[in-house]
């Protein structure tokens, strides 16, 4: 079965960076779009960045563009965020999801999901 385990997270000063891993288990990225959220306590999970794997199509979400980067790694069938120029805002619990097909940006489209890494912003 589907398995997605995210990876990565910890606690960094402002300004600062974190790189977070999504790897999958148990089948091939091809054809998938692979979605990272922020859920921030009492809220919602936000669409942050969407990958489709098979071609390396992009969306960021206004708040993350420009300081975070979404990339492909094919030998560990797994998703990179790179994110740089941490704010207090981007602190909460992180997500990655997988649908197959087309980029989709509200979380209902997503039904693979990992159990999350926390990431926190704080001096």
């Known amino acids: 079965q589907a398995q997605l385990v995210e990876s990565g997270g910890g606690l960094v000063q402002p300004g600062g960076s974190l790189r977070l891993s999504c790897e999958a288990s148990?089948?091939?990225?091809?054809?998938?779009?692979i979605g990272w959220f922020r859920q921030a306590p009492g809220k919602g999970r936000e669409a942050l960045s969407l990958?489709?794997?098979?071609?390396?199509?992009?969306y960021y979400a206004d708040s993350v563009k420009g300081r975070f980067t979404i990339s492909r790694d094919n030998d560990k069938n797994a998703v990179i965020l790179q994110m740089n120029s941490l704010k207090s805002e981007d602190t909460g619990l992180y997500f990655c999801?997988?649908?197959?097909?087309?980029?989709?940006?509200?979380?209902?489209?997503?039904?693979?999901w990992g159990q999350g890494t926390q990431v926190t912003v704080s001096s």
């Open positions: 990958l489709k794997f098979s071609d390396g199509q992009t």
């Open positions: 999801a997988a649908r197959f097909g087309i980029i989709q940006r509200l979380t209902d489209h997503y039904p693979h």
């Open positions: 148990g089948f091939a990225l091809d054809h998938y779009t």
